[in-house]
Nanobody
Framework: VQLQASGGGLVQAGGSLRLSCIFL????????MAWFRQAPGKEREFVSI???????YYSDSVKGRFAISRDNAKNTVRLQMNSLQLDDTAIYYC?????????????????WGQGTLVTVSS
């Protein structure tokens, strides 16, 4: 399995970005798909997860601003990020997991994507 994330970039505070992650080489519909992020000097943290049948869950820090979705026909998970804040700046990683719901520990992730950088400027 390979996960290929894309969509990061530079955006002003208050703006929006949409991240995408393509799942290659396995059975996408079996996995819960998640997004994590790692800011400079900080540990990797959970952002959001979506179940096999489309139920979302969010960290408190992004709830109401971010929306996760999946398209099982296209083996793709997306993260729509709105009202971006300076502390959303991080490398964002997509992840595929078979762990218990809702928040997988990092060592419960079966596959990681390569990360895509999101930079929010003032």
């Amino acid at each position: 399995v390979q996960l290929q994330a894309s969509g990061g970039g530079l955006v002003q505070a208050g703006g929006s970005l949409r991240l995408s992650c393509i799942f290659l080489g396995g059975t996408f519909s079996m996995y819960r798909m998640a997004w994590f992020r790692q800011a400079p000097g900080k540990e990797r943290e959970f952002v959001s997860i979506i179940s096999e049948n489309g139920k979302p869950y969010y960290s408190d820090s992004v709830k109401g601003r971010f929306a996760i979705s999946r398209d099982n026909a296209k083996n793709t998970v997306r993260l729509q990020m709105n009202s971006l804040q300076l502390d959303d700046t991080a490398i964002y990683y997509c992840a595929a997991t078979l762990s218990n719901w809702p928040i997988p520990a990092a060592n419960e992730v079966n596959y990681w994507g390569q990360g895509t950088l999101v930079t929010v400027s003032s």
